[in-house]
Nanobody, 123 residues
Framework: QVQLVESGGGLVQAGGSLRLSCAGS????????MGWFRQAPGKEREFVAA????????YYADSVKGRFTISRDNAKNTVYLQMNSLKLEDTAVYYC????????????????WGQGTQVTVSS
């Protein structure tokens, strides 16, 4: 299983931008569909975005479509989440996850998770 480590979280004002990174271990990173999820206090974890193995296909939750962009660099074993026009409701712990099975698209079989990175949007 791939090990994942997120970074790039922090405090940002509403309307600002952040870029999250998720570094994966191992030489088979490009075998995984990758995704970003988030969990706000008192709420369930929710899907944010996903990207296929090559990076040619992406999928977004309606709440972030047009504001967030997921991308990946397989040479660096890293997936990114560029977040623009941030809103107060984007405040959450953001997690990256890997789907090794690749059974369906958009992916649902996320078996490996990072520890999360906090994103706080202030007014």
């Amino acid at each position: 299983q791939v090990q994942l480590v997120e970074s790039g979280g922090g405090l940002v004002q509403a309307g600002g931008s952040l870029r999250l990174s998720c570094a994966g271990s191992g030489r088979t990173f490009n075998n995984y569909y990758m995704g970003w999820f988030r969990q706000a206090p008192g709420k369930e974890r929710e899907f944010v975005a996903a990207i296929n193995r090559s990076g040619s296909s992406t999928y977004y939750a309606d709440s972030v479509k047009g504001r967030f962009t997921i991308s990946r660099d397989n040479a660096k074993n890293t997936v990114y989440l560029q977040m623009n026009s941030l809103k107060l409701e984007d405040t959450a712990v953001y997690y990256c996850a890997a789907d090794r099975i690749g059974r369906v698209w958009p992916p649902v079989d996320f078996g490996s998770w990072g520890q999360g990175t906090q994103v706080t949007v202030s007014s």
